[in-house]
């Protein structure tokens, strides 16, 4: 396979992640991105290497692209309600799940995120 080949570059970018060098993994992700802008999952994967490093405003951004692409994933929901309550907005995060739960009341992902972010919460 071509090096350039960006699923190549994804699975190198997920390696990085995971061996904890984020901010190589997150250049990794930008230049995948730049190739497949519609792939919702790069958007969420580069969010969550933007919380590790501390970027808040970053990982809202990416998350919110990757809902605007696909809005049926229940993870990047809570993900990004979870950057919003670290950036200090917890109405907000709470908002995200109620917001949800109008379009799909009985969705078990939702309600399970629902109760681990109010757990984290303390509240």
Request: charged share 30%.
């Amino acid at each position: 396979r071509n090096p350039d080949d960006w699923m190549i570059r994804e699975q190198y970018a997920d390696l990085l992640a995971e061996s904890g060098a984020a901010d190589l993994a997150l250049k990794e992700y930008r230049i995948v991105l730049e190739r497949v802008p519609e792939n919702h999952l790069v958007w969420t994967k580069a969010a969550n290497v933007c919380i590790k490093i501390g970027l808040l405003n970053e990982a809202e951004m990416f998350f919110r692209k990757s809902l605007a692409i696909d809005d049926e994933t229940p993870l990047a929901y809570y993900r990004l309600a979870e950057v919003l309550a670290m950036k200090g907005k917890k109405k907000a995060g709470l908002a995200i799940f109620t917001q949800r739960l109008r379009v799909d009341p009985h969705r078990a992902e939702v309600l399970t995120y629902l109760g681990n972010f109010t757990l984290v919460l303390g509240e």
